[in-house]
């Protein structure tokens, strides 16, 4: 089945500066990339994905890049804000036998004001 | 108001007590999914259904229970032979047909062992 792996498990930056977020999975046949947004004792929130015929998004202070040949994603966060401040999973989906997400372990993002 | 609903937030278990969580959903969504949280954790899924009277096991089925006789509801039963159940556990809904599409979650249920 799926496996997807991401780095770094906690992020610290300033406020201001750009985050990083990157993810692998192993099964090629993944089409689907999302990432969603976790604050503290809350449910997820999809902030962006992506599909797999495109490259790129991007969506105001936030973009994705998907790279399928290296079977890798990341989520790019510009300009942080303490309110950024969350934890962030990354995610893929097949098109066909187990259509379900299998998440990454997740990345605790700290933004210092 | 759509979306989809979790109850209770909060549910303590004492040892030996099966439990069910209760995950309902107005968005007219094929397919439901329950994940489950571990403190520093990602979501591990647990069953998914992708369609009414239709179930598959996750990775972490052993010790859970689910059905799907109705397209809104998707309960999950937690069994006594769930030896560590404490957990957040949260509820998913995407629509059908494609697998590219969003999945909304249900504000979960926080699950203890007393």
């Known amino acids: 089945g799926e496996n997807v792996e991401q780095h770094p498990s906690t992020l610290s930056v300033q406020e201001g500066d750009s985050a990083v977020i990157k993810c692998t999975y192993s099964?090629?046949?993944?089409?689907?990339f999302p990432w969603y947004k976790q604050e503290l004792g809350k449910r997820p929130q999809l902030i962006i994905d992506?599909?797999?015929?495109?490259g790129e998004k991007k969506d105001q202070r936030i973009a994705v890049t998907l790279n399928k040949t290296a079977k890798h994603f990341s989520l790019h966060i510009t300009e942080t804000q303490p309110e950024d401040s969350a934890v962030y999973f990354c995610?893929?989906?097949?098109?066909?036998?187990?259509?379900?997400?299998?998440f990454g372990s997740g990345t605790r993002l700290q933004v210092q004001p | 108001d759509g979306g989809i609903t979790q109850s209770p937030k909060y549910l303590f278990r004492k040892e030996g007590q099966n439990v069910t969580l209760s995950c309902e959903q107005n968005?007219?969504?094929?397919?439901m999914y329950w994940y489950r949280q571990d403190p520093g954790q990602g979501l591990r899924l647990i069953y998914y259904?992708?369609?009414?009277?239709?179930?598959q096991k996750g990775d972490i089925a052993e010790g859970y229970s689910v059905s799907r006789e109705k397209k809104e509801s998707f309960p999950l039963t937690v069994t006594s032979a769930q030896k560590n159940p404490t957990a957040f556990y949260l509820c998913?809904?995407?629509?059908?047909?494609?697998?590219?599409?969003?999945?909304?979650f249900g504000q979960g249920t926080r699950l203890t062992v007393v």
């Open positions: 998913a809904s995407t629509a059908g047909g494609q697998a590219n599409t969003e999945a909304f």
């Open positions: 099964d090629s046949a993944s089409n689907y």
């Open positions: 992506i599909r797999s015929n495109v």
């Open positions: 259904s992708q369609i009414v009277n239709d179930f």
């Open positions: 995610a893929a989906r097949g098109h066909t036998g187990r259509r379900a997400l299998t």
């Open positions: 968005l007219n969504h094929d397919a």
